[in-house]
């Protein structure tokens, strides 16, 4: 089956720095994205791995090592905005976005 | 803001109603998505729309019917729902591609939160 792993909660504290993991095995593979929840809102797309590297995008960069199956999302100097839910997923063979369950972040002044 | 509005934002049903939850999109995107999303567990797909066409139906049980009736707009009628059925319901489209399944980003609606007693 497919599957995508991704701590279920993580704390850090304000200014500091975090790295949350998503390690996954699906079908094919056509891409990794990265969204953004707050509490009652809309995800929002935060970043998309297809090759191998680092893509960085102000405090926000996402990393993608397909043969290892495995992305991070690190987050620079942390505002207590960033108090919200991260979601993983991989878009498989078929185009189908297979999702991870999300990992609540929660920041600490 | 991102272009993509659901209504109504919360929904109260019994499980005898009927009521329909309504998406637009002013993005001018050509796919539309209908998920459920449940605490603490992935996204579900239900159905997709790939310029007007359903192009996905992943095993949705026949009391959830979509919509589609052109590509900005996208609805979802409920009837006789089970109270496992409350959770938030997300719209998204994307781009979509002529004649085959979308490959691009999608955006997200805000969601309606369906409560059925």
């Known amino acids: 089956g497919q599957n995508i792993d991704q701590p279920t909660e993580m704390t850090a504290t304000e200014g500091a720095i975090v790295q949350i993991n998503c390690t996954y095995q699906?079908?094919?593979?056509?891409?990794l994205f990265w969204y953004q929840q707050h509490a009652g809102e809309a995800p929002t797309f935060l970043s998309y791995?297809?090759l191998d590297g680092l893509e960085e995008k102000g405090r926000f960069s996402s990393f993608l090592s397909r043969s290892k199956g495995y992305s991070y999302l690190l987050l620079k100097e942390l505002q207590m905005k960033d108090s919200a839910s991260y979601l993983c997923?991989?878009?498989?063979?078929?185009?189908?976005?297979?999702w991870g369950a999300g990992t609540k972040l929660i920041i600490k002044p | 803001e991102t272009g993509v509005t659901q209504t109504p934002r919360h929904l109260v049903m019994g499980m005898t109603n009927k009521k329909s939850l309504k998406c637009e999109q002013h993005?001018?995107?050509?796919?539309m998505y209908w998920y459920k999303q449940s605490a603490k567990k992935p996204l579900e797909l239900m159905f997709v729309y790939n310029f007007k066409e359903q192009t996905e139906n992943n095993s949705v049980p026949s009391r959830f019917s979509p919509e589609c009736p052109n590509s900005s707009h996208l609805f979802l009628h409920l009837h006789t729902l089970q109270p496992e059925d409350s959770a938030l319901y997300l719209c998204?489209?994307?781009?979509?591609?002529?004649?085959?399944?979308?490959?691009?980003?999608?955006?997200f609606g805000p969601g309606t939160r369906l409560t059925v007693l």
């Open positions: 699906t079908s094919g593979f056509n891409g």
């Open positions: 998204a489209s994307s781009p979509g591609l002529a004649g085959g399944p979308s490959t691009d980003t999608q955006y």
């Open positions: 791995n297809v």
């Open positions: 993005l001018g995107h050509n796919a």
């Open positions: 997923a991989v878009r498989d063979s078929n185009y189908q976005l297979i």
